[in-house]
């Protein structure tokens, strides 16, 4: 089975998202810029961390 997102479903994501990014902005911008680079750098390891590990439980490659 394959799932798709409607528009107004998508646009919702595409909200959520921003929101996000704006209030990690907003969160991080007193941080020096090496503490900004290091924090980005270690969450995009961790969320791969995270695909790998949920598609190794769901058999899938990441």
């Known amino acids: 089975m394959r799932l798709a997102l409607t528009p107004l479903g ?3 994501l595409c909200e959520v998202r921003d929101g996000r990014a704006e209030l990690t902005r907003r ?3 007193g ?3 090496e503490e900004q680079h290091a924090f980005c750098a270690l969450l995009a ?3 791969l961390a995270m695909e790998s590990y ?3 439980r ?3 490659q990441p």
Do not use: Q
């Open 58 to 60: 769901h058999g899938h």
């Open 54 to 56: 949920t598609a190794d």
């Open 27 to 29: 969160l991080v911008a």
């Open 10 to 12: 998508a646009h919702r």
């Open 45 to 47: 390891r961790f969320n």
């Open 31 to 33: 941080w020096h810029p």
